[in-house]
């Protein structure tokens, strides 16, 4: 069993920029895929970007925040982040992270994750 913690959300302007981190428990850290996903209100869950097991692996972002977001994880610290910079409104959305045992590629299918986040709530202002 993983348990994933958010943390990192907040309100912010448009243009401007946060880093979600996402903290794993359990010694298996480094065998997961990892994604993030957001929901906006009245939305389906969307994925964002994802990376492979290995530190420096693939990545994949959806198209509507490929060039601002950048996924990136640390294997020593069990950790996966999420760097948003140029910020948009439309960005708004509560902000998961996902994991997918064992050895995995990144995957855009959010039915293909096994253990998510709770959540943090990243909120765009115009």
């Known amino acids: 069993q993983v348990q994933l913690v958010e943390s990192g959300g907040g309100l912010v302007q448009a243009g401007g920029s946060l880093r979600l981190s996402c903290a794993a428990s359990?010694?298996?850290?480094?065998?997961?895929?990892m994604g993030w996903f957001r929901q906006a209100p009245g939305k389906e869950r969307e994925f964002v970007a994802g990376v492979n097991w290995r530190s420096g692996g693939r990545t994949l972002y959806a198209d509507s925040v490929k060039g601002r977001f950048t996924i990136s994880r640390d294997n020593a610290k069990n950790t996966v982040y999420l760097r948003l910079n140029s910020l948009k409104p439309e960005d708004t959305a509560v902000y998961y992270c996902?994991?997918?045992?064992?050895?995995?590629?990144?995957?855009?299918?959010?039915?293909?994750?096994?253990?998510w986040g709770q959540g943090t709530q990243v909120t765009v202002s115009s």
């Open positions: 359990g010694d298996t850290f480094g065998s997961y895929a």
């Open positions: 996902a994991a997918k045992k064992y050895y995995a590629n990144v995957n855009p299918d959010r039915s293909a994750y096994d253990y």
